[in-house]
């Protein structure tokens, strides 16, 4: 074996050792030894891809998949990150359906359709935006909402913080409300105080008059409008602080 050759496979499995014990450790090892040869420099890159996928968003498990899968996950990853996109999202949804089971082609699916999604979201909502509002945002698109209205939630609501009405926007038309009174009512309610509150009570309103059909949705969702920007209250779906935004399942 060549020097070059051994020095490679040494210092890869260095690497790869320090990087289990301690990022900062693997990370001291790259730097002194890249100055020593270009060639182990391309057969760590090489190497270490193939083993592990590290992000400072999250931490891609190819273990989780199979080896074809795994491979095509990589190669999304990679063009995401090419691109400026957040990782975190696409592997949380990659992990999701290996959870459930779901084959590798339905997986790649949806993983793809999610990053260009992101793109998309990125472009509507701003460089500025937090991962969790272009997370939040790829969705409303996937889910059918366009662009525009998602710049326009955007700009009701300070940086950082428009997740909430994003996610409540995109369960209200999951519930079959038209997403031009969808987009009115959550625009006039995320520019009142504790406008988060508030959307909270109107996914909650939609979410059970849904049941009963999308008309009576609409018309739940109009009452609950007036009686918030008036100031009234309805003691069938309070506003409180302790709940959450339900993340409309991905299709």
Same mark, same amino acid.
């Given at each position: 074996?060549?020097?070059?050759?051994?020095?490679?496979?040494?210092?890869?499995?260095?690497?790869?050792?320090?990087?289990?014990?301690?990022?900062?450790?693997?990370?001291?090892?790259?730097?002194?030894?890249?100055?020593?040869?270009?060639?182990?420099?391309? %057969?760590?890159?090489?190497?270490?891809?193939?083993?592990?996928?590290?992000?400072?968003?999250?931490?891609?498990?190819?273990?989780?998949?199979?080896?074809?899968?795994?491979?095509?996950?990589?190669?999304?990853?990679?063009?995401?990150?090419?691109?400026?996109?957040?990782?975190?999202?696409?592997?949380n949804r990659a992990l999701e359906g290996a959870a459930r089971?779901?084959?590798?082609?339905?997986?790649?699916?949806?993983?793809?359709?999610?990053?260009?999604?992101?793109?998309?979201?990125?472009?509507?909502?701003?460089?500025?935006?937090?991962?969790?509002?272009?997370?939040?945002?790829?969705?409303?698109?996937?889910?059918?909402?366009?662009?525009?209205?998602?710049?326009?939630?955007?700009?009701?609501?300070?940086?950082?913080?428009?997740?909430?009405?994003? $996610?409540?926007?995109?369960?209200?038309?999951?519930?079959?409300?038209?997403?031009?009174?969808?987009?009115?009512?959550?625009?006039?309610?995320?520019?009142?105080?504790?406008?988060?509150?508030?959307?909270?009570?109107?996914?909650?309103?939609?979410?059970? +008059? %849904?049941?009963?059909?999308?008309?009576?949705?609409?018309?739940?969702?109009?009452? +609950?409008?007036?009686?918030? $920007?008036?100031?009234?209250?309805?003691? %069938?779906?309070?506003?409180?602080?302790?709940?959450?935004?339900?993340?409309?399942?991905?299709?």
């Amino acid at each position: 074996m060549m020097h070059g050759a051994k020095t490679t496979l040494w210092l890869t499995l260095q690497l790869l050792s320090a990087s289990i014990a301690s990022p900062l450790a693997a990370a001291t090892l790259m730097s002194t030894t890249l100055r020593d040869t270009a060639q182990a420099t391309a %057969s760590i890159a090489v190497s270490i891809d193939t083993i592990l996928f590290r992000d400072p968003q999250g931490q891609f498990d190819a273990a989780r998949f199979d080896t074809l899968t795994a491979n095509a996950l990589r190669l999304l990853l990679d063009d995401a990150v090419a691109k400026g996109l957040p990782t975190a999202p696409l592997i949380n949804r990659a992990l999701e359906g290996a959870a459930r089971r779901v084959s590798g082609t339905r997986i790649l699916i949806v993983v793809r359709a999610h990053a260009a999604a992101l793109a998309d979201a990125k472009r509507a909502l701003g460089g500025a935006s937090t991962v969790a509002e272009l997370d939040a945002g790829a969705t409303a698109l996937r889910a059918g909402i366009d662009a525009n209205t998602l710049g326009m939630v955007r700009n009701t609501r300070p940086a950082g913080t428009a997740v909430t009405a994003l $996610v409540v926007l995109t369960d209200v038309v999951q519930r079959g409300v038209p997403t031009s009174t969808a987009r009115e009512a959550v625009i006039t309610i995320a520019r009142i105080p504790r406008s988060d509150d508030a959307l909270l009570g109107l996914q909650s309103t939609v979410a059970k +008059y %849904s049941q009963r059909g999308p008309g009576m949705a609409v018309e739940a969702l109009n009452r +609950y409008v007036r009686s918030t $920007v008036t100031g009234a209250v309805l003691p %069938s779906t309070p506003a409180t602080s302790d709940r959450k935004p339900t993340r409309p399942p991905d299709s």
